[in-house]
Each structure stands twice: as structure tokens, then as C-alpha cells.
């Protein structure tokens, strides 16, 4: 798709695009290091060709990332191209859907059940997701997932706290892309289900997504002792179109680092009220959440695992969008894979590159450290091929990033154990969560040891807690209160400071010994 941009002197090609494309990519914020905030430029319309030195020339670090070939086809990168002069351009991106999974677990209700309903946002910080649901009958009348639009500011929390501490301009971009979205996309729910605008919308998100939105300071967020602004249940602004007095509310949030979809995932889960065996919800995204619930108490952490799950900074990595493989299954050392939606393969999605390093373990491909097992090529880079035509491949490199992923969040569930005086072998249920969680293979994440190797065959997945927590919330805002009471009681663990978590660490990077 091609959209005229325009800009002005020294202003990026990224921050110009902004206003015309809400889902411009910058998975590294726009430092220039990731090559995937790529385009194609050329000509205004009305101009016929490009003017005389609108756009800076490539540097040397976008000629690499790029090419000649792809350079004098127009290709750019749009955080490092910089307008010299002002001026218009058409600029070419390839739009794709964003896949929505089966992300709630509750009946289907139609609009003809009448009555009040409701709404759920989940402002996650790769995917938003929201439902519409009937009040008295509890069921979904319509749900939709997108791409987080704040994507152009970076991939991580972290890169959206810098953007957003560096300029002002650059948080209250955010925080308009992300009020336009939710308001887009819950006004397409009521078209869709034929209801009117909800009178109770309830919002959850991890605590930057949550300051994102409310505007609220995020220096307490950048540094140690990583103080949020707020963490409370609060009442916020959305200004839907004919929704006048809705009840819109910010679910309670626990730590800088475990936000309000963890509380929400516990209500969802059932975790407050288990009195049977040790449970625990992992929840992997862009991050990593943990929580166990054992004895009547609450425990909860979260791991830098990084987006590599989410397929940022993996080099055939990309959301769970039509075109991704979402699954690959190894058999005889032949690999067969599907994708999603109706689009030639173009990237692998966090359950595809689950499965195809489970695969690799089984082929005898990769060995426990996680060394590739195949003849580098003529650079002395070594890659195993998915697919020749189209090309999709994943490096030693990728393979690094996945292991230090999954470490973390294997180390962080057995700290937390520990921490917590709970055994592995004591534990009866994972709830797995999240976008990623909610679809890989219980599987393929044993022989990788994303999850310890203790807790097989006790892994189901949960879907979007998040999102369904925050339903229940809405539809019975008693457990909304009985969260706000939750929150405060839940013990934090901090990973950093926990005694023996570098060592689970190092040890969880290593691939389990046995890939049968």
C-alpha cells in the first residue's frame, strides 16, 4: 500500500509516516539496528519524481542492512532516512492481517440476547485485544486483536520509556495512537454485533502500556527503584462516540513489572481461591510473567525474557500475522510447516520457532548448547532453511536470542519456586498464557525446557487471561473490587536480587538433554 508522506526538514521518514500509517514497524524503536522498518519510496504523484535531495542518502549501516539492489529500487529505512528540505514522497509498505487466535474461552452470545453489555481491552504491548460481551448471558458478542500502533516506537517497554522520556512529543504520540486504536477497534465491535456503545469498559495492560496510556511520568520506570506513577485502579477518559457517561476503569496493577493483566490472569485462572496443589500462571509475550499460587498465598515475578517469542530480533521472525508459520512439525529429518491466513509464508511466528528448534533437538540438528549441527556458508555464518522459495531460515544468532528467551522464564519459574519453599514436582497445573502462550505446543516447550522439565505433562494453555479476567471484571464489577484488595497482597520477587537465579539462568539456556 502506497500513501503520500509528507515532511519536513530534518524530521525522519518513521516520524513522518507516523500520521498516515498507524501500524508504521520499528522494532528497535528507531535506532537503525533491526532493518525492519523498511519501505519502498518513490515520486509524489502530482511531482513525477523524487525532488533534488529531499531524502539524506544511505549510510553505510543502511547500505548493509539493505543493499544495492534493494536501494536503487526505492528501498529505504525509514528511521535512518531524513528529510533535508520539506517535501512529499509516496511511500510503499506491505499492510498484512493480524491473526486472531482463540484468545477467550467463553460461550458465543449473539445481540439478538439484548440486554446490557460490556467491554474488555487488553493493551498488550505487541497485540491489543478487545471482546464485547452480554452482561446477564456472559457471552462473547464479538472480539478483535491488532497490531499495538505504538509498534513504531519500538518493539519493548524499554524502547517506548526512552522514546517517551527523550521528547514529550513522542509520549503524546503514543498515547493518542493508543486511545485511537481502542476506540477504532471497540467501535467496529459494536458495528459488527449490532449493540450500542457499551456503558462499562474495563482496561487492563502491564504498567508501562497502562502509563502509556493515562500520560502518567515514566521516569519512576526507567531506573531503579523502578517507581511507578500509579498502581491503583483508577477511572479513565475514552472518548467513544456516543459512550456518555460509560464507566471506563484501569484495572489495579502489582509492581512496575507485573502489571494489570497478571491480575487479571489470576482472576481469570482461579488463583485466589485455589486451596489444592501449587498452580502457576506463566504468561509470555513481549514479557515474561510469572505467578504461583500455593497455600492460600500469591507469589508473582517477571523475567526479561525480551520480544524473541514475539519474533522481534530474530531475522525470520514476525508477529503472529497472515503469512507466519505458525507451526512446524519434524519427521525423518523432512520438515513441513503451515501458515497463517491465505499469504505466501513470510516469517516465522513464537510457536513456529518453538517448534522448529524442537524439531532441530529431534533431528539432532542442535545440540545442547545450542550450536547448529550444519556446514556454515561462505560468510562462516551457519543457518539451518526452512524454505528455499520463500526464503526462511533461522541463524546461530536467532538461535542465541531464543535460548537466552527461554532461559529466563525457565529460571524465573523455578526461582520462584524455590523463593516460595513450593517443589517442581509439587505443582499440578501451568496455566500457559499470552499471545504466544496460548499457542504453542505443551511439547515442543518441554524439549526446548522453555517450561523445567518437572512440570510436563501438567502444561495447559489458557488463552488470553488478560483479556478474559478483565471481561469478568466488567460484567461483575465485585471482582473488580476484590482485586483491588488482591493486588497489595501479592509477594514480588525480584529476580535480580533472588539468590541462585543467574545460575538457574545459565544452567535453563542449555537445551534438556533428552529431546524424545
Known amino acids: 500500500m502506497a500513501r503520500q508522506v509528507r515532511g519536513t526538514k530534518g524530521q ?12 508504521a514497524e520499528a522494532p528497535c524503536g528507531g535506532s537503525g539496528r533491526c532493518g525492519r522498518c523498511r519501505v ?15 531524502l539524506s542518502p544511505p549510510d553505510e549501516e543502511e547500505k548493509r542492512l539493505l543493499g544495492t539492489e534493494e536501494i536503487q529500487a526505492g528501498g529505504r529505512l525509514s528511521c535512518r532516512a531524513r528529510f533535508q528540505h520539506d517535501g512529499s514522497l509516496l511511500v510503499e509498505r506491505q499492510e498484512r492481517e493480524f491473526f486472531l487466535p482463540n484468545i477467550i474461552r467463553m460461550k458465543a452470545a449473539s445481540a439478538a440476547e439484548g440486554g446490557e453489555t460490556c467491554a474488555a481491552v487488553d493493551l498488550g504491548t505487541t497485540t491489543v485485544a478487545c471482546a464485547l460481551a452480554d452482561v446477564a448471558g456472559g ?8 497490531a499495538n500502533r505504538q ?46 456503545r457499551p456503558p462499562r469498559i474495563h482496561i487492563c495492560g502491564n504498567t508501562t502500556m497502562l502509563h502509556l496510556w493515562e500520560g502518567a511520568d515514566l521516569a519512576g ?43 487479571a490472569g489470576i482472576l481469570a485462572c482461579g488463583l485466589a481461591d485455589a486451596r489444592g496443589r501449587p498452580e502457576l500462571l506463566v504468561d509470555i509475550g513481549t514479557n515474561g510473567e510469572i505467578v504461583l499460587s500455593a497455600e492460600g ?43 497463517l491466513g491465505r499469504l505466501p509464508p513470510a516469517g516465522i511466528c513464537g510457536s513456529g520457532l518453538l517448534d522448529l528448534l524442537a524439531g532441530l533437538r529431534r533431528a539432532g540438528l542442535l545440540d545442547e548448547n ?27 544468532a536467532d538461535i542465541r536470542r531464543l535460548q537466552l528467551a527461554k532461559g529466563a522464564i525457565a529460571a524465573g519459574i523455578q526461582t520462584l519456586c524455590r523463593s516460595a519453599g513450593v517443589r517442581l514436582e509439587e505443582v499440578g497445573m501451568v496455566h500457559l498464557a499470552g499471545g504466544f502462550g496460548s499457542s504453542l505446543s505443551p511439547e515442543s516447550a518441554r524439549i526446548v525446557g522453555l517450561i523445567p522439565q518437572e512440570l510436563g505433562g501438567r502444561i495447559e494453555p489458557a488463552g488470553n487471561t488478560a483479556l478474559a479476567g478483565t471481561l469478568m471484571t466488567a460484567r461483575d ?20 536480587r533472588a539468590p541462585g537465579f543467574q545460575e538457574e539462568f545459565v544452567n535453563a539456556m542449555r537445551f534438556p538433554h533428552s529431546a524424545g
Open 297 to 339: 498465598k500469591l507469589w508473582a515475578t517477571a523475567t526479561a525474557a525480551g520480544p524473541a517469542f514475539e519474533g522481534a530480533e530474530i531475522s525470520c521472525g514476525m508477529p503472529a500475522m497472515d503469512g507466519a508459520v505458525d507451526t512446524v512439525d519434524q519427521c525423518g529429518g523432512v520438515f513441513s510447516f503451515t501458515v
Open 12 to 23: 525522519t521518514l518513521l516520524d513522518a509516516m507516523r500520521a498516515v500509517f498507524p501500524n
Open 370 to 396: 545450542g550450536a547448529l549441527k550444519v556446514e556454515a556458508d561462505s560468510a562462516g555464518e551457519k543457518a539451518f532453511t526452512l524454505s528455499e522459495d520463500p526464503p526462511l531460515r533461522i541463524t546461530q
Open 151 to 196: 509498534r513504531s516506537y519500538g518493539q519493548d517497554v524499554v524502547s517506548r520509556i526512552e522514546n517517551g522520556l527523550r521528547a514529550p512529543d513522542q509520549a503524546a504520540g503514543m498515547r493518542r495512537l493508543i486511545h485511537e486504536q481502542a476506540q477504532a477497534m471497540l467501535d467496529g465491535l459494536c458495528r459488527r454485533s449490532g449493540t450500542n
Open 477 to 496: 464489577p465485585a471482582l473488580l473490587e476484590g482485586l483491588i484488595a488482591l493486588a497489595p497482597a501479592v509477594r514480588v520477587l525480584d529476580l535480580s
Open 40 to 54: 519502498r519510496v518513490r515520486a509524489d504523484a502530482a511531482a513525477g519524481r523524487l525532488p533534488e535531495g529531499l
Open 221 to 263: 520506570l526507567s531506573r531503579m527503584p523502578f517507581e511507578p506513577a500509579f498502581l491503583e485502579s483508577r477511572e479513565t477518559a475514552l472518548d467513544l462516540e456516543g459512550a456518555d457517561g460509560a464507566e471506563c476503569r484501569l484495572l489495579p496493577m502489582i509492581s512496575a513489572f507485573v502489571g494489570a493483566d497478571i491480575s
Open 139 to 146: 457471552g462473547i458478542l464479538a472480539r478483535a486483536a491488532e
